[in-house]
């Protein structure tokens, strides 16, 4: 009878993995700070008066997908670090939700000062590194390191 020896979990899922925690512990942080409404926080990030309150009045359901996007992304890195196969469908979730968020930014009536630079280069980055996790995590799993 043969045995089934596990799959050792390679050093770059770990690099990967801790990475990709920190990465989106910025945005969570981003998030939060955005959603209590954190004055301090959101003068620090360049937003005035004019920014605030055009955040500040997004309906409930761009507010929803942002935190889906957000906080998706936090699960998809902790279940990564589980070598979770869930890790995929966490990113999943987390792309659909931005996509979501950045479609409501990008369609509505935004301040003038946030019409270039990091306001629209940012949501472009965010997507391509979620992008990025949900393959990593996919080719993980397809390895058999992801349970």
Request: aromatic share 12%; charged share 10%; net charge positive.
């Amino acid at each position: 009878m043969a045995t089934v020896s596990p799959v050792k979990t390679p050093k770059h899922l770990w690099l990967v993995g801790i990475v990709s925690l920190l990465w989106n512990a910025v945005g969570a942080t981003d998030y939060t700070m955005t959603a209590l409404g954190n004055t301090a926080y959101l003068e620090s990030m360049g937003f005035g008066p004019e920014e605030q309150a055009w955040v500040a009045a997004f309906p409930a359901w761009a507010v929803a997908v942002w935190a889906i996007g957000v906080w998706g992304s936090i699960v998809g890195s902790i279940l990564l670090l589980m070598r979770s196969r869930h890790a995929v469908t966490a990113f999943i979730v987390s792309a659909l939700g931005a996509v979501g968020s950045f479609a409501y930014q990008f369609t509505s009536d935004r301040p003038a000062s946030m019409e270039g630079g990091g306001a629209v280069i940012m949501p472009v980055v965010i997507i391509i590194l979620i992008v990025a996790q949900w393959y990593y995590a996919r080719r993980m799993a397809a390895a058999g390191v992801l349970r």
